[in-house]
């Protein structure tokens, strides 16, 4: 079993729907990350957490607002999405940032669908 | 930013055969990593291996961090080593970069 976890597993919503992601680790984990993946593409980074704080954001849309309620929970909420936003959403940790530190353990990932 | 070009982009194995999956990348680096990803989509961290040689069972991997390239190594492949390889280095910003892939399909 993945260390991080990452729900729901498939989700469906309309353009107007408002849904979020969620992801957890109990690894001690303090930097997470969210990535998006297209079909037979590699995954591409858009936001990372470091110790709750937002360090990163990838130039990604406001309709994506991330959320780190705590140092295990990683949210994505999700209004207003096109359908060309339909892509497998991962999420990863890793110990922290340093460059030593930052092995990740991905998810199982959250396949998105928009109609 | 750092290029991360991985090669063959596809691959067909029978069963038992071996294999060499190669990463280039365009900067020096003090992180790369190999990951599987299988069909369900399940990223799997193979190696961190910024330099030297690993073995984990039938994998092993050896990156010449002074040449810019790395190799991953399947020996005795089985089908559930079927799914897409990435390497992986840090752009300028520290974070993880992946190449394209490499796509291995092993036949029983």
């Not at chain 1, 992601?21 to 969210?34: D, I, P, T």
């Not at chain 1, 995954?43 to 360090?55: G, H, I």
């Not at chain 1, 607002?65 to 497998?88: G, R």
């Not at chain 2, 994998?59 to 089985?78: D, G, K």
Request: charged fraction near 15%; charge should be positive.
């Amino acid at each position: 079993d993945t260390e991080v976890t990452q729900t729901p597993k498939h989700l469906v919503m309309g353009m107007t729907n408002k849904k979020s992601l969620k992801c957890e680790q109990h690894m001690g984990h303090r930097a997470m990350y969210w990535y998006k993946q297209k079909a037979k593409k590699p995954p591409e980074l858009m936001f990372v957490y470091s110790y709750e704080k937002l360090s990163i954001n990838e130039s990604v849309p406001s309709r994506f607002s991330p959320e780190c309620p705590n140092s295990s929970l990683l949210n994505l909420h999700l209004h207003a999405l096109q359908p060309e936003d339909s892509a497998l959403y991962l999420c990863a940790s890793s110990q922290d940032l340093r460059p030593r530190a930052n092995v990740l353990t991905f998810g199982a990932g959250s396949r998105l669908t928009v109609l | 930013g750092i290029q991360v070009e991985q090669s063959p982009p596809d691959l067909i194995l029978q069963e038992g055969a071996n294999s060499t999956l190669r990463c280039n990348f365009s900067d020096s680096v003090n992180n790369l990593q190999w990951f599987h990803q299988n069909p369900w989509g399940q990223l799997i961290n193979l190696f961190y291996i910024p330099s030297g040689t690993k073995q984990n069972g039938r994998l092993s991997a050896t990156t010449v961090a002074t040449e810019r390239y790395s190799l991953l190594y399947i020996s005795s492949s089985q089908t559930t080593d079927s799914g897409v390889y990435f390497c992986a280095v840090p752009n300028a910003g520290n974070m993880l970069t992946f190449g394209g892939g490499t796509r291995l399909m092993v036949k029983p």
